[in-house]
Nanobody, 115 residues
């Protein structure tokens, strides 16, 4: 099993940047596919970006070219670099770890993009 703790959220102006981190504890971080999801009020949780155990990445169309997901297996951490932030990016961002039929979620970190 794995436990996930997100950090790095906050308030940022439109056009600004933030980097989210998700630190994992437990065993065998490198075997997990990792993902960042987000949920805003009244909307369903949606996938923002994912990275496989082999470091293949995938992005939602709405964030392509602006967000970058990366993992550091030595630190058991996955990152989400968010640039050119827009008010529509405002949401609670959740980290996810997946392996076969096992899923784990972090508690979420709030990102607010506002002038």
């Amino acid at each position: 099993q794995v436990q996930l703790v997100e950090s790095g959220g906050g308030l940022v102006q439109p056009g600004g940047s933030l980097r989210l981190s998700c630190a994992a504890s437990g065993s065998s971080f490198s075997k997990y596919a990792m993902g960042w999801y987000r949920q805003s009020p009244g909307k369903q949780r949606e996938l923002v970006a994912s990275i496989t155990s082999g470091s293949t990445t995938n992005y939602a169309d709405s964030v392509k070219g602006r967000f970058t997901i990366a993992r550091d297996n030595a630190k058991s951490t996955v990152y989400l670099q968010m640039n050119s932030l827009e008010p529509e990016d405002t949401a609670v961002y959740y980290c996810n770890a997946a392996f076969w039929n096992y899923n784990a979620w972090g508690q979420g970190t709030q990102v607010t993009v506002s002038a």
